[in-house]
């Protein structure tokens, strides 16, 4: 992919087919009111006082946000929406003529891009200026050079919480004392600056309970994958069912209430042995059962979906879903003991703050415990945080599971390094290795 932007910039990339109508559940639906009903609450912060604090989904900090009725702003999510509406290369490229590199993350590129062209968010309204910046380092280097950036823009409070790196796997009792500490001493106050509200810990315990249950629902859905065939894309779909819980609706009555709606659609689903919904309506018959690490394309993620239900592949299991909480491994809002600390455990569990042992571990796991027939890397070219050390781990996986994986190489947002034919055949011939070895009669039998 190295020379891809000189034979493609500013060609368009033809898709696999014209795009049909997509078909949408009803949680769809909700999650669609959800969200306009979001947007029309920060357009409204003129009028309404609210206030609003930029930050970021690993790690966020949802909950204590609700306890100061702050609302919070997403730059990633802000980028993958404009790249899902075709606008992230217009943005990428006004950032590019204001002197940012080609190889700084493409989510970055695309926030000051739309930052510089007037910040219309998805609804077609301006998103509102942030009274606070709330930077929680989770892994990402790159989030403290971002909002160094939208602090200059801003001019506003920047308040940072610093979170350990678990590279002996697991956080230490100092870890958790660490990152409380900071929340107590640091992050609270500011809040209480910036909006004038006393922190109130029962408030804040309420939050954490309800994103308990809803995070209870979401790991029910997600490991409904284990089932054949799997009711679920846990890749593709998986954005949808996590997109809630990973931004601005964790901890609210309106998260709980969507993920009951969804469990009850998946639940459906199974008593009916039917498989995934798609763009295209339900699929048909599973062939492959896949793990995926890595995030997806978003400027083409129709496209890019297509590729596998065409050939009958469900995703399984992915790691993308676990960036802002790792659930299924057993982590909630714990609201047994204090609230701060509850914080804390979630900032240090989250994917991006995982070695890369722990992520072999977990995909290794993943390939075994959802009877995965095979595993893709989807290397992402401007994220060297999910990037930087995928083919150690490929190889590694290989090892353990004695199943070879697949390797495609896109990109965030930018769609300059999206090749449909490139990663379509990548693909294809992927599935094409591991429907051979299945029919292949065993060795002794040669």
Not at 109 to 138: A, E
Not at 196 to 216: I, K, N, S, T
Not at 338 to 359: E, I, M
């Amino acid at each position: 992919m190295k020379h891809l932007k000189t034979v493609t910039e500013g060609m368009p990339v033809p898709a696999a087919r014209p795009p049909a109508p997509v078909h949408k559940d009803a949680s769809m639906e909700r999650q669609k009111e959800m969200l306009a009903g979001y947007f029309g609450e920060l357009g409204r912060t003129s009028e309404t006082g609210r206030k609003v604090a930029y930050s970021f989904v690993p790690g966020n900090l949802t909950e204590l946000m609700q306890a100061f009725d702050v609302l919070p702003v997403y730059p990633e999510i802000n980028a993958l929406q404009s790249a899902m509406r075709q606008k992230s290369g217009d943005y990428i490229r006004e950032a590019e003529r204001l002197g940012h590199s080609e190889d700084v993350c493409s989510y970055v590129k695309c926030d000051i891009g739309m930052l510089t062209k007037g910040n219309i968010g998805p609804t077609g309204d301006v998103l509102p200026r942030p009274d606070l910046l709330l930077l929680s380092y989770t892994g990402c280097f790159t989030f403290m050079k971002w909002f160094e950036l939208l602090q200059k823009e801003y001019g506003c409070p920047v308040v940072m919480l610093h979170v350990p790196y678990c590279s002996d796997g697991k956080p230490s009792e100092g870890m958790r004392k660490y990152v409380a500490h900071q929340l107590r001493k640091e992050v609270i106050p500011t809040f209480e600056r910036v909006t004038g509200v006393r922190f109130d810990p029962e408030r804040l315990r309420q939050c954490l309970q309800r994103a308990a249950r809803a995070e209870d629902d979401l790991v029910w859905v997600l490991e409904s994958a284990k089932n054949v065939p799997s009711p679920i894309d846990a890749y593709f779909g998986g954005v949808y069912y996590v997109g809630p819980i990973f931004t601005a609706f964790r901890g609210s009555e309106a998260c709980v209430d969507y993920y009951r709606l969804l469990r009850g659609e998946v639940q459906g689903r199974l008593d009916r042995k039917e498989g995934p919904i798609t763009p295209d309506g339900t699929l048909a018959k599973e062939r492959f059962r896949l793990v995926v690490e890595g995030p997806p394309n978003w400027t083409h993620f129709r496209d890019f979906w297509r590729i596998f239900h065409d050939e009958g592949a469900v995703i399984v299991a992915s790691t993308y879903t676990k960036v802002g909480g790792l659930y299924d491994r057993g982590f909630r809002h714990d609201t047994e003991e204090d609230p701060v600390l509850a914080l804390a455990d979630y900032c240090l569990g989250c994917y991006t703050n995982l070695s890369l042992p722990q992520r072999i571990d977990l995909i290794a796991d993943y390939v075994r415990d959802y009877h995965a027939d095979g595993y893709i890397f989807n290397s992402i070219k401007s994220c060297n945080s999910f990037s930087a050390g995928q083919l150690v781990m490929m190889r590694e996986l290989e090892k353990r599971t004695g199943i070879g994986g697949g390797f495609v190489e896109t990109d965030l947002v930018d769609p300059r390094y999206y090749s449909h034919a490139n990663v379509k055949n990548r693909i294809e011939s992927y599935l094409g290795v591991l429907g051979q070895k299945r029919s292949a009669p065993p060795m002794e039998a040669r």
